[in-house]
């Protein structure tokens, strides 16, 4: 999770924010708009703005999560960990095979272990934290050759739009 502030969102890599066609991030443009919706339901409880989502292996909607820390009084309920709840409760088992989550703010280090456990094929995220990212920025657990399960990251998609969601929760508070 990230601190109110001395807020550094991005990323270091230089294709995240370019402007022609970008098939590595482009299929996840949609998805990443709903997870930025679900995200702004986090604000009225006084939560950061993050939201995630979960898709199946076809590509369909399994389940969504927004940041309910504060509403609920849960220092797990962060919306990758409710997203990941949602889906395996959908789909019946714990394991997330062949799924994508997507999520507007890079994962923290009890949301990547989380990431891991759940088997999922791949993790998708807006902004960078460098502060406490645990996909490559701080940390990259969700990569540690050492374990044996490693989902696929893409990082970068509707970065800009994520970090200003994020930015702008902090300025006006
Ligand atoms: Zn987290």
Same mark, same amino acid.
């Given at each position: 999770?990230? /601190?109110?502030?001395?807020?550094?969102?991005?990323?270091?890599?230089?294709?995240?924010?370019?402007?022609? $066609?970008? $098939?590595?991030?482009?299929?996840?443009?949609? *998805?990443?708009?709903? %997870?930025?919706?679900? &995200?702004?339901?986090? @604000?009225? %409880?006084?939560?950061?703005?993050?939201?995630a989502?979960?898709?199946?292996?076809? =590509?369909d909607?399994?389940?969504?999560?927004?940041?309910?820390?504060? /509403? @609920?009084?849960? *220092?797990?309920?962060?919306?990758? @960990?409710?997203?990941?709840?949602?889906? &395996?409760?959908?789909?019946?088992?714990?394991?997330?095979?062949?799924c994508?989550?997507?999520?507007?703010?890079?994962?923290?280090?009890?949301?990547?272990?989380?990431?891991? +456990?759940?088997?999922? %094929?791949?993790?998708?995220?807006? &902004? =960078?934290?460098?502060? /406490?990212?645990?996909?490559?920025?701080?940390?990259?657990? @969700?990569?540690?050759r050492?374990?044996?399960?490693?989902?696929?990251?893409?990082? =970068?998609?509707?970065?800009?739009?994520?970090?200003? +969601?994020l930015?702008?929760?902090?300025?006006?508070?």
């Open positions: 999770m990230i /601190a109110a502030h001395d807020l550094t969102y991005g990323t270091r890599d230089p294709h995240g924010s370019g402007t022609g $066609p970008d $098939p590595v991030r482009d299929p996840w443009r949609e *998805p990443m708009r709903l %997870a930025l919706r679900e &995200a702004a339901l986090a @604000v009225p %409880a006084g939560d950061v703005p993050v939201g989502v979960v898709l199946g292996p076809d =590509g909607l399994l389940s969504t999560g927004h940041n309910e820390r504060e /509403a @609920v009084g849960d *220092p797990t309920a962060h919306a990758e @960990v409710l997203a990941l709840r949602r889906a &395996a409760a959908r789909l019946g088992e714990w394991r997330l095979t062949g994508t989550l997507v999520v507007t703010l890079e994962p923290c280090v009890m949301c990547a272990g989380a990431l891991v +456990q759940s088997r999922v %094929a791949r993790v998708v995220y807006g &902004a =960078g934290d460098e502060k /406490a990212g645990a996909a490559g920025s701080l940390w990259d657990l @969700v990569r540690d050492r374990l044996n399960h490693r989902p696929e990251v893409v990082r =970068g998609v509707l970065e800009a739009e994520c970090a200003r +969601q930015t702008e929760f902090f300025r006006e508070r």
